[in-house]
């Protein structure tokens, strides 16, 4: 039994609720945040931070913010695209209108922006319930769209409504912009996943996330305990908005670099986020680590195996990614419906059993 | 008096385009009343089936791509045609086959999950699909052609034209796209209200385990709405393929159904159609005479908005059924 | 060996188009390597990876292409390239995007490594307005062309051009956008159904084609007064549309079919020896035929820039001064087996994009087949290089960039 | 009077164990013999395992995420423990759930029509049956047409009860019939347990909490306590049997004590650890 | 029971009952066509327990749902410590110290039991967003203040050992019973439980019947409940409200309503001893 919580006794209340109750697991914890701060950057290649690790954090965050809203507080949505585009545009017109200020400000600023705009198309939420509401939020995903392909004041009125970002320095390492290094990129998104991962984690814990989880498994009891259904879909929106703006907008300024709305910020980003919350887990902030990795690695890894290794034509390989791809979801969802994060408990579960079942 | 008759005719067309959606819708709300699941999935049913109609029709060989790679042959059709109601009574079979794989596959083991996780599941689904689709029949654009007329009508253009002075347009495989509409719709309000199996598929979709505790068998419901929803699929596959060819963009259609769907209600088969009806005019007029002052191509938003709009008000859509809030 | 990637995308929501064009760009490099055993004795080696039109999967392609030291980059995607153009030019890789990308790229002075010779979107649209001119007699004034477009950066690129061209030219223009993917453009047609303009121009790609051209037909539009720009011209598009889309044009910037010289090669080394990329059954095509001529100015540009370097082995660098240096003569192209096939380019510092030259193809559904119905058109330059000027110094601006080739 | 030692076996539960979700063991081996003809209750306090047995008879265990891991279960000599749970329905065997599960967009008519739903002998029978069920819950009758979801309680749970019957079920599973029923109705609807037992000889295996009732009723009982089976036997006998009455029956030797005096005394049960 | 004056009254074990505390004035409710509560008066005082009764259907939990704000009746007033309480949400009047239980238990199913009684406590916190979302100075010390708070809930219910399971996976009676742990958690004035004890054996109901009289009598919680056992209802309440179909058919002590021939015919069946 080497793994196990007998004879880790706690002694507060403060001790029982930290984040990881178990010594091992706190541990493991540890030393993956000095793997991802102390060694990674200094080994990074373009082509792991580009292709793998800096979109892998990026959709973390996303997904961090979805998972707050539809994992904790039930509200699911298919507008995250939508969202992103917001962080997006926002950082781009703070970035260009104000040059001289750091982008981390720009950066949370154009979070704060989007939760703005989330908490307005958050409002149907009021009346809409379930599926109804994922579909109401499309609305929110192809107007936003729309708007930013139409009004030329976003996208600083260049002929093909393309934007894109001016190279930004922090502690005068360049982090957007064609010069800035792999480990610089790497490390930003890596501060910011971190810090958002911290925060929603205490949100979660405390009394606005039981608000939250409480209107997601019955909000009628809910409201009727004294939860005012306003406030915590809302703030739930909110919240969740801003991690996404927030995504949205390193998306556009330290990923990718340039971006055209339609093309970056479509609906097929709504799917994707939201398949990396339920491959990884619902409610669960592992989770939505777990499932960005999955997703983001999947196809690399596919693709480099079915092209590098066996040698099928492209296409071919393409295709069956893509049958691979939903095979594997349901075989997900099949095998452990509440995600990655499940199935690493009940993993942990078993090792804590073991060598004895029962 | 010339902005009205165009208006008019937007109108007309309004309703036309939107009985095409709710032709897409149907298949959905099948599938939600009969299981409770939102089937993602039934956008790519649809390209899966005109796929498969268009290549019975020209005797391609299925996984010719596939099998040339591995064996390095060179597959390509077996050198015969079917006529089209042939292919499409194929079709409608190879249809029923996938649902019992699906059943057998995936619904069977999610049996008394929750909703979303149900929806995610068809969204593999629906990947998965996607890729079969291309590497069965290939990536590249088919032409379908199952004989069903287009072009402006005639008979309704010149009739107009002697009462207005302007000949309406008519596109005539929309009036084939209402006439099949009716029909299904007809059919399958009967079969969900007044059979003993609509009856059962209902029971099905509010309480899996209660459903099963009275002896309906899941797999036979299941099996049955999902082949009833891939034949609709498949009739959509052809009006929209008819017009489109048949392509990958086959399967976003799904898109333009959920509006309709939202706005219908999810549960309601005529829902569906007076949903396409009102979100078919609603976006055209709205593009017609608002469109051009915002700078256009509006419709894709203002459909969500518009059925929002609804739902605001009435939260279950126009006609689905009353969501029950009691504790 | 020289590294020549193929981003290409066979699925998606554009795979139908993606797939004879990158067909055509593989077998070319085929032919290459197995008639001439490569250029100037270097084989070709045309890594694929599929983008399937998707940027962030273009990233990912770009950064593990990257590794392999490619000497050019064609990522047939509008989206992808604006994406690349910072990066590549950090990196120092051409970028070679033949009929599609970022126009202002023309310029030279300021982007230094991208190259989009022959011809541009903004040139297509003075063509097909030239054009216009030619069968109105020369006078547009008071006539009515709409632009049906794809309402995305591609589709929006024309828009500026064609405002300056109507201003000179007194003709009225409406925009008819489309939203992706296009599979429902009643309301557009009717518009235009009501409003009767005496020309359509067309921006669109992939189903938005086919449905447009369908539509057109539904309300009787005449055809030979629907003009697409060259992306709205291959088979697919027309196919679906039957009989009724006979004398659809589109525009061009090289021949189709398979009635050139250089076919006779490709059976004998290629097809025969089922090398071919992909079914062998696009061959000929529109894109096909893109996707090959692409591969072609690529393959010149090599030997040019092997015969300034001196050696066959060279770098990226080397192939940017290939390509300022290229110089495909009508003689050349009829040498190398497409004789007037495209028109002559010829590239210098300044001038990354050649002279913009395109013909009108026009659709004959009893045949199936194109057939070029003019010779080569020249673009209005009084028009667009202010504007092109414009838009590069806008970017220079932006991207701190100093002008260079004085 | 009903005797079990002379009637044959309907069902033999044989040492079950069930797993849910391949980790929490919940019956650690339980058997029960089901007697042909017969009402046989399982008793036990919360979370004792009586659900868990009759799902795991008739099957609807997989959709929890449970399984019967050890043991068997056959019914009249066939073994069961893989049929689905329709195919068991339509031999005869049909659970009523714990909890009531109408189906709630339903009406009430509808609900009991879908009892039928494995019957072949035409609607006029099941017109007759569905007015036998009106007959035994009049309050069904009235609310007939309304939505299920709508119904109170106690309407829903006559509704749950007259849907199985419905199905002209040789066997009922029903799982704590009398919960949130009017004093009424309890005895009304063990009174309708007894008719249709006498009058059609459908065989019952009820889970039931309210022991007092129950043990009227039933022939013979079992006594569920953390999954294990700790006493069975005739109900007359269990009846009598001094930690019954002290545990389940709430019987000392004064008789029925008061609610208002448990401040004064707790019962703790001997055999539990 | 001594004369009721304006005050209160003393109970027959000699509490002290206070002056009312809710007033529910002619009452009427209607869905669509079916009128669930007809023209009902009735009031409950400071401290007392106070029993609804009725067969199924009778309108009982719509009662209760009246109260909490649920549904808003057609006709009539809700006073409320002397004041006509203005139509509310129902969120709204939970911060008036009104909590409850409901009949078809309404956890949170993906929390745990600790989390699900923590949001009994959800209008006692009060720390600033970025308080909590720091986790720092306010949030963490009032999660911890409210902790302690809630394991003595915990303590007192006797729920101790299943604190950290998520409450989806409990047996029927322990929900009961953290449900009952959530409204009290709240420290509420008034308390209203519905049908508390269904599906429950006898030393289950005994504990819940400790609970309750525990409550009412330390916190001198008023209490106002819903049930079926007659035994119960006779033992633990002060004064009981009898309805039918939506019709008030009697008030006043256990023993008063006990014998009023109205009732038994509509609910007892039998008269109760
Ligand atoms: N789906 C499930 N997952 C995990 N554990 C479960 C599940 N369902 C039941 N259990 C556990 O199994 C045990 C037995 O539950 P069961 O519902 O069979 O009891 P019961 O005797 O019917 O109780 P009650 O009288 O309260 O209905 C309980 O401890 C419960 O926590
Ligand atoms: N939201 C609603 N819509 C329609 N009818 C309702 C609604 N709520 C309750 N009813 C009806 O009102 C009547 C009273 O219901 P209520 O739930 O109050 O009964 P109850 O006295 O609590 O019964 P039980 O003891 O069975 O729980 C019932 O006939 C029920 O069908
Ligand atoms: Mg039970
Ligand atoms: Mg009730």
Redesign the interface.
């Known amino acids: 039994m080497i793994y196990r919580e007998a004879g880790d006794f706690k002694t507060s209340y403060r001790d029982d609720g930290q984040t990881f109750p178990i010594r091992l697991d706190r541990w493991g914890y540890y030393a993956i945040l000095a793997l991802a701060f102390g060694i990674i950057p200094f080994v990074i290649n ?2 792991w931070a ?2 793998v690790l800096v ?1 892998f954090l990026i959709y973390a965050i996303a997904a961090l913010g979805l998972n707050i809203l539809t994992g904790y507080a039930g509200q699911v949505s298919l507008g995250t695209g939508g969202f992103m585009a917001v962080g997006a545009y926002a950082v781009y017109k703070l970035m260009t209108a104000f040059p001289d200020v750091s982008i981390v400000i720009h950066i949370l600023l154009a979070g704060g922006i989007t939760a703005g705009v989330g908490v307005l198309f958050g409002l149907p939420s009021l009346r809409i319930k379930g599926f109804y509401l994922a579909v109401a939020t499309l609305a929110a995903q192809f107007f936003l769209v ?1 708007l930013f ?1 139409k009004v030329p004041w976003f996208y600083n009125y ?5 934007i ?1 970002a ?2 930004r320095t922090v502690f005068d390492q360049a982090v957007t ?3 800035a290094t792999a480990p610089a990129k790497y490390l930003i998104c890596l501060v910011f996943a971190f810090v958002l991962a911290w925060v929603a984690r205490n949100l979660t814990r405390g009394s606005l996330g039981r608000k939250w989880m409480a209107i997601r498994d019955m909000d009628i009891a809910a409201e009727i305990i004294g939860v005012n259904p306003l406030r915590a879909k809302l703030s739930a929106f909110a919240v969740s908005s801003f991690f996404i703006g927030i995504a949205g907008a390193l998306l556009f300024a330290v ?6 709305v ?3 910020f479509g609906i ?1 980003k709504s799917f994707l986020v939201l398949f990396m919350i339920i491959i990884g887990g619902l409610g669960s902030i592992f989770g939505s680590f777990a499932g960005a990795a999955f997703l983001v690695l999947l ?2 890894l596919l ?2 195996f079915l ?1 590098g290794n066996m040698g099928w ?3 071919l ?3 069956i990614e ?1 049958m691979i791809v939903g095979a594997l979801i349901v075989t997900f969802l099949i095998v452990e419906p509440h995600g990655l994060a499940r199935l690493w408990r009940l993993a942990k579960d078993k090792l804590r059993l073991w060598p004895f079942p029962h | 008096m010339d902005q009205l008759i ?1 208006a008019a ?2 109108v007309l ?2 309703l ?2 939107g009985v ?1 959606y709710a032709l897409v819708a149907l298949g959905f709300v099948l599938i939600f009343k009969a299981s409770g699941v939102f089937n993602y999935a039934q956008g790519v049913l649809a390209l899966f089936a005109a796929l498969t109609l268009v290549g019975i029709q020209n005797g391609q060989v299925p996984f010719a ?1 596939l099998i040339n790679a591995a064996f ?1 042959t ?1 597959l ?1 059709h077996f050198g015969w045609t079917v006529p089209a109601v042939l292919a499409v009574a194929l079709t409608a079979l190879v249809m029923v086959g996938l649902a019992f794989l699906i059943e057998k596959l995936v619904l069977q083991h999610l049996v008394g999950q929750e909703p979303i996780i149900l929806f995610m599941a068809t969204i593999g689904l629906a990947y998965f699909l996607e890729g079969l689709g ?1 590497v069965m029949w ?4 088919k ?1 379908l ?1 199952v004989g069903l007329p ?3 009508s005639d008979g309704i253009e010149a009739v107009t034209a002697q009462w207005f002075g302007y000949g309406f ?1 008519i ?1 005539r495989l929309d009036l084939w796209a209402t006439l099949i509409a009716a029909i299904l719709v007809a059919a399958l309000v009967a079969f969900a209200q007044y059979t003993k199996q609509g009856r059962a598929m209902r029971a099905v979709a509010d309480d899996h385990q209660a459903a099963m505790s009275v002896g309906i068998s899941l797999r036979f419901i299941w099996v049955m709405v999902w082949s009833i929803a891939g034949f609709v699929a498949l009739v959509a596959g052809i009006m ?1 393929g008819t ?3 048949v ?4 399967s ?2 799904a898109l ?1 159904a959920l509006p309709v769907l939202m706005l219908g209600g999810f549960t309601s088969i005529p829902g569906a159609i007076v949903g396409g009806l009102i979100i078919g005019v609603g ?2 007029l709205f ?2 005479a608002i ?1 051009p002052m915002v ?3 509006t ?2 938003w203002f459909a969500y908005v518009l059925a929002l709009l609804f739902l605001v008000f009435r939260p279950q859509g126009l006609f689905g059924e009353r969501i029950i809030e009691r504790v | 060996d020289l590294i020549v990637p193929n981003m ?1 995308y ?4 554009y ?2 188009n993606g ?1 004879p064009y990158a067909d055509g760009f593989a077998d070319y490099f085929t032919l290459l390597n197995e008639r001439d055993g490569g250029i100037g004795g270097q084989r070709i080696q045309v890594p ?3 983008t ?1 039109y ?4 273009g ?2 392609c ?3 292409l ?2 392999q030291n490619p000497l050019v980059l064609n990522p047939l995607s ?2 992808i390239t ?2 690349l ?3 590549i ?2 990196d120092g890789i051409p970028l070679y995007t033949p009929g599609y990308g ?3 790229a023309k310029d030279g002075s300021v982007f230094e490594w991208v190259f989009n010779a022959p011809a541009n979107y903004w040139d297509g649209a003075s063509v097909a307005v030239k054009h216009i001119l030619d069968q109105e007699g020369g006078d547009l004034s008071g006539k009515k062309i709409a632009l049906v477009y794809h ?4 589709g ?2 024309p828009i ?1 051009t064609l405002e300056e061209l109507s201003e000179k030219h007194g003709f009225e223009l409406s ?10 453009q ?2 557009q047609w ?2 235009i ?2 409003d009767r303009p005496d020309y359509v121009i067309m921006y669109a790609w ?2 938005m084609n ?2 447009a051209i ?1 539509e057109a ?4 539009f005449p055809m030979d007064k629907f003009i697409g720009i060259w992306w709205s011209g291959s088979e ?1 598009d027309v ?2 549309a ?1 009989a ?1 889309a006979e004398g659809y044009k589109a525009l061009t910037f090289h021949g189709v079919g398979r009635d050139y010289p250089l076919y006779e090669d490709l059976q004998t080394h290629v097809y025969d020896k ?1 090398l071919a990329a ?4 696009q061959a000929g095509s529109v894109l096909y035929s893109r996707g090959a001529y692409a591969a072609l100015v690529i393959a010149e540009a090599i030997a040019k820039a092997q015969e300034l370097a001196g050696t066959p082995e060279i770098t990226p660098a080397q192939m940017r001064d290939g390509f300022e240096a290229l110089d495909i003569t009508a003689e050349r192209m009829a040498e190398l087996g497409l004789p007037d096939f495209g028109a002559p380019i010829a590239l210098s510092c300044d001038n990354h994009g050649g002279d913009g030259l395109a013909r009108v193809q026009q659709w004959n559904a009893a045949e199936g087949s194109w057939s070029l119905i003019t010779d080569f058109i020249e673009p209005d330059a009084e028009i667009l290089d202010p504007l092109i000027k414009e ?1 590069s110094a ?1 970017y220079a601006a ?3 960039l100093t002008a260079r080739c004085n | 009077m009903f005797d079990t030692r002379t009637q044959e076996t309907l069902l033999d539960v044989n040492n079950i164990e069930v797993i849910y979700n391949h980790v929490i063991l919940v019956l650690k081996g339980v058997s029960l013999t089901v007697p042909k003809g017969g009402i046989t209750a399982l008793l036990g306090g919360n979370g004792a395992g009586k659900t868990t047995t009759l799902k795991a008879i008739s099957n609807l265990l997989a959709s929890e995420r449970g399984e019967v891991t050890k043991g068997s279960i056959t019914y009249q000599g066939d073994d069961i423990t893989a049929l689905d749970p329709a195919a068991l329905v339509r031999r005869g065997v049909i659970q009523v759930m714990e909890g009531r599960h109408c189906f709630e967009h339903l009406t009430v008519e509808e609900n009991l029509l879908t009892g039928a739903y494995t019957r072949r002998d035409g609607s006029a029978a099941i017109k007759r049956d569905l007015e036998m069920v009106y007959d035994y819950f009049p309050r069904l009758r009235e609310r007939r047409k309304s939505q299920a979801g709508y119904t109170s309680g106690g309407e829903q749970q006559m509704t749950a009860m007259g849907r199985a019957l419905m199905s002209r079920p040789q066997m009922i599973l029903l799982d704590e019939p009398s919960m949130g029923l009017a004093p009424q109705l309890v005895e009304q609807i063990f009174q309708i347990v007894k008719a249709v037992n006498e009058g059609e000889g459908v065989t019952f295996l009820l889970a039931e909490q309210n022991t007092n009732v129950a043990l009227r009723y039933a022939h013979q009982g079992y006594i569920l306590e953390n999954g294990r089976v700790v006493m069975e036997g005739p109900a007359a006998q269990l009846r009598e049997n001094p930690d019954v009455k002290e545990f389940y029956l709430g019987m000392s030797d004064e008789g029925r004590k008061s609610f208002r005096e448990v401040r004064s005394y707790r019962r703790r049960k001997r055999w539990l650890a | 029971m001594n004369a009721m004056t304006q005050d209160g009254y003393v109970t027959a074990d000699g509490r002290q009952i206070g002056p009312v505390v809710m007033e529910l004035r002619n009452i009427t409710l209607r869905f669509g066509g079916v009128t669930a509560i007809k023209d009902i008066s009735f009031d409950i005082r400071q401290g007392e327990i106070r029993a609804i009764i009725g067969p199924n259907g009778a309108g009982k939990s719509s009662m209760l749902n009246i109260i909490s704000g649920f549904y808003n009746p057609q006709e009539g007033q809700v006073i409320f410590k002397g004041q006509p309480r203005p139509a509310m949400k129902p969120y709204q009047v939970a911060r008036l110290g009104i909590a409850r239980t409901f009949q078809n238990i309404a956890l949170f199913d993906g929390m745990s039991v600790l989390d699900n009684i923590m949001t009994g406590r959800l209008n006692k916190m009060k720390a600033g967003f970025l308080s909590q979302a720091l986790w720092w100075g306010a949030a963490e010390r009032e999660e911890n203040e409210n902790r302690a708070v809630v394991e003595r809930i915990i303590d007192f219910l006797e729920i101790q050992n299943i604190r950290k399971t998520p409450v989806g996976r409990l047996p029927y009676g322990l929900k009961k019973r953290v449900e009952l742990a959530r409204a009290l958690a709240a420290e509420p004035n008034l308390l209203l439980l519905d049908e508390p004890m269904a599906g429950m054996n006898v030393e289950e109901k005994e504990d819940m019947s400790r609970f309750i009289l525990s409550v009412n009598d330390e916190f001198g919680t008023t209490i106002c409940l819903i049930e079926h056992d007659m035994g119960v209802v006779m033992d633990l309440s002060d004064r009981v409200v009898v309805m039918d179909y939506g019709k008030k058919i009697g008030d006043g002590t256990p023993v008063e309503v006990r014998s009023n021939q109205a009732v038994i015919d509509a609910y007892l069946g039998v008269a109760h001893d």
């Open positions: 373009d082509y580009n292709a979109p729309w392909n260049s002929a093909s409504g393309q894109t001016p190279t912009g064609p010069a990923y990718l670099g340039a971006a055209e339609g093309e970056a097929n196809p690399v693709k480099n092209v034509p492209t296409d390989a393409a295709h893509l | 165009f005719e937007v067309n309004g036309m385009t095409m791509h390095g060179s390509h291309d290939g990536a590249d654009i032409t052609d287009q072009g402006i347009f596109d929209w017009k489109s060819g392509q990958f963009s086959l976003l259609i333009k976006e055209k593009e017609f469109g700078g256009g191509a419709e894709n | 290409s066979r699925t998606g929501p795979a139908a797939i694929e990876c599929e399937a998707n940027t962030e999967k990233v990912e770009y950064e593990s990257r590794t509008t989206g604006y994406q153009i910072p990066r030019t950090q970022r126009t202002s309402n995305s950066a591609y929006k690129e500026r925009l008819l956008p489309v939203d992706a993917p296009g599979q429902e009643k309301s009717l518009q159904r009501r992939g189903v086919q449905v369908q037909v539904n309300i009787r697919n196919r679906a039957g009724g089922g992909g079914a062998g059954d838009d806008a932006e991207a701190g």
